[in-house]
Nanobody, 125 residues
Framework: VQLQASGGGLVQAGGSLRLSCAAS????????IGWFRQAPGKGREGVSC????????YYADPVKGRFTISGNNAKNTAHLQMNSLKPEDTAVYFC???????????????????WGKGTLVTVSS
């Protein structure tokens, strides 16, 4: 299993970015695809997750209404559309997958088995 996140960059507050996660070595169909982020000096935070088997999604409260997760089984890619970006969204963003469903415990996304390298998102004020 290999994952590669891309699409990060520098954007002004209020702007948008679309992150992509390219996968190889498996097919998306029955996997959970998650996006996480880690800001400088902070711990890892689960952002969003999608169950590719039925399309159900999870969003962390700070990104609800601004971020949209999607997946394409045919292309083995997933995306995170990020709108209305804020400086506090600045972080390295990672995509991750798990052969089970999205695991949310106490409102927190966790439990992904495979991780890719991250892509840096910087939002200037």
């Amino acid at each position: 299993v290999q994952l590669q996140a891309s699409g990060g960059g520098l954007v002004q507050a209020g702007g948008s970015l679309r992150l992509s996660c390219a996968a190889s070595g498996f097919t998306f169909d029955d996997y959970a695809i998650g996006w996480f982020r880690q800001a400088p000096g902070k711990g890892r935070e689960g952002v969003s997750c999608i169950n590719m088997s039925d399309g159900t999604t999870y969003y962390a409260d700070p990104v609800k209404g601004r971020f949209t997760i999607s997946g394409n089984n045919a292309k083995n890619t997933a995306h995170l559309q990020m709108n209305s970006l804020k400086p506090e969204d600045t972080a390295v963003y990672f995509c991750a997958v798990d052969p089970a469903r999205c695991t949310v415990v106490g409102g927190i996304l966790d439990g992904m088995e495979y991780w890719g390298k991250g892509t840096l998102v910087t939002v200037s004020s």
